[in-house]
């Protein structure tokens, strides 16, 4: 069974800086991709920055600059640090993996349950 588990989220005033982690944990053989995205209420999920098994980065236009993506291939993390944070920024942050479980012969997108980051003005 695979599991991504996201922590980090919290409650930052505008300005300041946050740091989330994302765990991918289970029987896995490979892992392609992992990105955050985000949802605010009321609106659609979308991308804030994915990183490949090769280090290529992707950022959404309204956190570049801000929002760093990194990985740690040996631990099956990756970590979102976020600084400059504006009350846009509030969302549930969400990490997804793309991979292929041990076993398996294709690869699938794989979700955690979410992370609250509230950015107070």
């Known amino acids: 069974q695979v599991q991504v588990v996201e922590s980090g989220g919290s409650l930052v005033q505008t300005g300041g800086s946050l740091r989330l982690s994302c765990t991918v944990s289970?029987?896995?053989?490979?892992?392609?991709?992992m990105a955050w995205f985000r949802q605010a209420p009321g609106k659609e999920r979308m991308l804030v920055a994915s990183i490949t098994n090769s280090g290529r980065t992707t950022y959404g236009d309204s956190v570049k600059g801000r929002f760093t993506i990194s990985r740690d291939t040996a631990k099956n993390t990756a970590y979102l640090q976020m600084n400059s944070l504006k009350p846009e920024d509030t969302a549930i942050y969400y990490c997804n993996a793309y991979l292929r479980p041990t076993g398996s012969y294709s690869f699938n997108d794989y979700w955690g349950q979410g992370t609250q980051v509230t950015v107070s003005s």
């Open positions: 289970g029987s896995i053989d490979s892992i392609n991709v």
